[in-house]
């Protein structure tokens, strides 16, 4: 009786774009109660720069997400910016399933309405 040799399965691999990191953090954000919107534009230019309000560091499969965020006046901004880092986690993961480190989240202005 002859044996087999066993082929190693190929590994398969699938790349996350950081743009779609960017947008699904973004819609994260804007979705917290007392966010009034993100600390600059994200546009094609700002993702270019690397000077927009979301960056994203990849450590091997690991995302490491930095934003900025305008709160509402009246918001406490410490409630706001934790609420941010656990939506942008919680969604970035299960939309995309990278792994998420931190997230770093810096108040940069309040909006008086």
């Given at each position: 009786?002859?044996?087999?040799?066993?082929?190693?399965?190929?590994?398969?691999?699938l790349k996350i774009?950081?743009?779609v990191i960017i947008t699904v953090a973004k819609l994260a954000a804007l979705d917290v109660k007392g966010v009034?919107?993100?600390g600059g534009e994200v546009g094609k230019m700002s993702k270019l720069r690397k000077n927009g309000p979301i960056k994203i560091s990849m450590m091997g499969d690991?995302?490491?997400?930095d934003m900025n965020i305008v709160?509402?006046?009246?918001?406490?901004?410490?409630?706001?910016?934790?609420?941010?880092?656990?939506?942008?986690?919680?969604?970035?993961?299960n939309m995309t399933g990278v792994p998420v480190a931190r997230v770093n989240v810096?108040?940069?202005?309040?909006?008086?309405?």
């Open positions: 009786m002859e044996v087999e040799e066993m082929k190693p399965a190929a590994a398969s691999r774009s950081d743009d009034a919107s993100l690991v995302a490491a997400i709160i509402k006046s009246g918001e406490k901004a410490f409630n706001v910016a934790q609420e941010v880092q656990t939506a942008v986690k919680e969604n970035v993961q810096t108040v940069g202005g309040v909006v008086f309405e």
